[in-house]
């Protein structure tokens, strides 16, 4: 999550986008599975496996003693994801000193009772232990985070099925990532450095990016972790899945949300409801939320948030599918109807290219300035290079919408290897630069210099790297030169 705890600062909430519509320029792909006959499944798990997919919640290790709460768990979700236990602060609360014992007694529950497992999670600006948050030194930051994230996943190697591995990384409104302790000392970079660390450490397990506000597909932040995703897809860098929590206000789902999940399915990830729950529960809503993943086969699976809603962090607003005594409410029934009505869904989900959304735009979870028409058109990938000493460089655009792009950089080695490099080129009228990612940026008016990182600035002969960016203003094909250390 997110964060579950009162204590902690509370969630700005999406709110209903009702009366708004999503205009599609043109379907690209499309192709309906007729689904194969299965029985009725009388649980919440069951109906979903129906259909290959998962449907499970947050538990908290505290709560397995209670005999409605471990009942409800126990009889009608498929897979578990700890609310707090194998965060940051409960792992490793000082420096080199492990606490699995609260994990454990989840993992322990869950392959008792035929569960699986999401572990949440390993990187997090919240819930941080102060000895984390007050590193300065980029060397030691580093290794402290490599050392977390492979010493958490090695201990429950084997017993997870996915993991958030980075959580909430990207502000609110915008397509930069947030203030951190990772963003502030190590840079642009430590998202990719924390997949890859993952992988390492465990390469079964599905790796994933967690985050709220990213449902509807016009919104900046949206963009910016699709921007990110796409990159890493591009370079090999190992994502599986990305989470979507889906913290959603009464009026549910935005309605690009199916969108959404299709475009983010075709860059070939699985994507998942995390932690799923909708103030007061409406039927509709929850209905229309279940249909948005049915209708994308690489939606793999949905988790609710907590069980009754007196164990809700929102527990004012009745969001989940029991009520505080354990009683399935009106929305458990449309939610079983939907998840029993689909043994398939989408191939590939539909891709959408070209076109237009229309939809509410949100920032930081709330609703402002009614509806704003903003769509995202794919530019066909022109290119210019340049060279100037031992590298050449060469420019494409990846996306574009209106006020914005996202420009994409292939750095080539010569006939000999190069130790480091350093790609230049000009800013066009209106434009400016507001995220790069595998580089180190600086600016001198419209003067743009970036260089490479640790990871990526040796080449051998003829081998290349990439680095990307997000800009303001409208797409242009820059002249770059390019030189070599």
């Known amino acids: 999550m997110s964060w579950f705890s009162t204590s902690t600062r509370h969630r700005r909430l999406a709110?209903?986008?009702?009366?708004?519509?999503?205009?599609?320029?043109?379907v690209v792909m499309s192709l309906v599975v007729s689904p194969a006959a299965h029985a009725a499944g009388s649980t919440?798990?069951?109906?979903?496996?129906?259909?290959?997919?998962?449907?499970?919640?947050a538990v908290a290790s505290g709560r397995l003693g209670d005999a409605t709460y471990a009942g409800i768990l126990d009889r009608e979700f498929n897979m578990i994801t700890p609310e707090n236990e194998m965060k940051w602060d409960t792992i490793e609360p000082s420096r080199g000193s492990f606490n699995f014992g609260p994990g454990d007694s989840i993992v322990s529950h869950a392959s008792a009772h035929g569960q699986r497992m999401r572990g949440h999670t390993l990187v997090w600006h919240s819930q941080l232990p102060s000895w984390v948050s007050s590193i300065s030194?980029?060397?030691?930051?580093r290794s402290v985070m490599d050392n977390h994230i492979t010493t958490e996943m090695t201990h429950y190697k084997g017993k997870i099925y996915a993991w958030d591995v980075v959580n909430e990384a990207f502000a609110d409104?915008?397509?930069?990532?947030?203030?951190?302790?990772?963003?502030?000392?190590?840079?642009?970079?430590?998202?990719?450095?924390?997949?890859?660390?993952a992988r390492a450490a465990d390469s079964s397990a599905k790796l994933c990016y967690n985050d709220y506000n990213i449902e509807n597909w016009s919104d900046a932040k949206t963009q910016g972790v699709y921007a990110m995703v796409k990159?890493?897809?591009?370079?090999?860098?190992?994502?599986?899945?990305?989470?979507?929590?889906?913290?959603?206000?009464?009026?549910?789902?935005?309605?690009?949300?199916?969108?959404?999940?299709?475009?983010?399915?075709?860059?070939?990830?699985?994507?998942?409801?995390?932690?799923?729950?909708?103030?007061?529960?409406?039927?509709?809503?929850?209905?229309?939320?279940?249909?948005?993943?049915?209708?994308?086969?690489r939606c793999t699976g949905i988790t609710v948030w907590g069980i009754r809603d007196s164990d809700s962090w929102r527990s004012s607003d009745s969001p989940l599918l029991f009520d505080s005594s354990g009683n399935k409410k009106p929305a458990y029934s449309a939610v079983l109807s939907a998840l029993n009505s689909v043994s398939g869904g989408t191939t590939g989900g539909t891709t959408t290219t070209g076109g237009t959304t229309t939809g509410g735009t949100t920032t930081g979870g709330t609703t402002t300035g009614g509806t704003t028409t903003s769509g995202t058109t794919t530019t066909g990938g022109t290119t210019t290079g340049g060279t100037s000493g031992g590298c050449t460089a060469t420019y494409s655009t990846v996306n574009s919408w209106s006020g914005g792009f996202q420009g994409e950089v292939k750095v080539t080695a010569g006939s000999?290897?190069?130790?480091?490099?350093?790609?230049?080129?000009?800013?066009?009228?209106?434009?400016?630069?507001?995220?790069?990612?595998?580089?180190?940026?600086?600016?001198?008016?419209?003067?743009?210099?970036?260089?490479?990182?640790?990871?990526?600035?040796?080449?051998?002969?003829?081998?290349?790297?990439?680095?990307?960016?997000?800009?303001?203003?409208?797409?242009?094909?820059?002249?770059?030169?390019?030189?070599?250390?």
């Open 137 to 141: 030194d980029a060397n030691t930051l």
């Open 231 to 297: 990159d890493f897809k591009s370079r090999g860098v190992p994502i599986d899945c990305v989470g979507f929590q889906s913290h959603f206000g009464t009026g549910g789902p935005p309605a690009s949300f199916q969108t959404t999940l299709s475009n983010f399915a075709a860059l070939g990830v699985d994507v998942q409801l995390t932690e799923l729950d909708i103030a007061q529960a409406g039927t509709t809503a929850y209905a229309n939320t279940v249909n948005d993943c049915l209708a994308v086969s």
């Open 15 to 26: 709110t209903s986008l009702t009366g708004l519509s999503a205009g599609v320029g043109m």
């Open 416 to 485: 000999a290897a190069v130790n480091g490099w350093t790609v230049h080129w000009t800013l066009g009228n209106g434009q400016s630069i507001s995220q790069v990612w595998n580089g180190t940026l600086s600016t001198s008016g419209s003067n743009v210099t970036v260089q490479n990182v640790s990871y990526n600035g040796s080449l051998q002969p003829s081998g290349s790297t990439t680095f990307g960016f997000l800009a303001n203003g409208a797409a242009s094909s820059p002249t770059l030169t390019c030189t070599s250390s």
């Open 173 to 197: 409104g915008s397509t930069q990532h947030r203030s951190s302790v990772f963003q502030n000392v190590l840079g642009n970079g430590f998202i990719e450095e924390a997949f890859r660390t």
């Open 44 to 57: 919440l798990g069951a109906a979903a496996s129906g259909s290959g997919r998962y449907f499970g919640t």
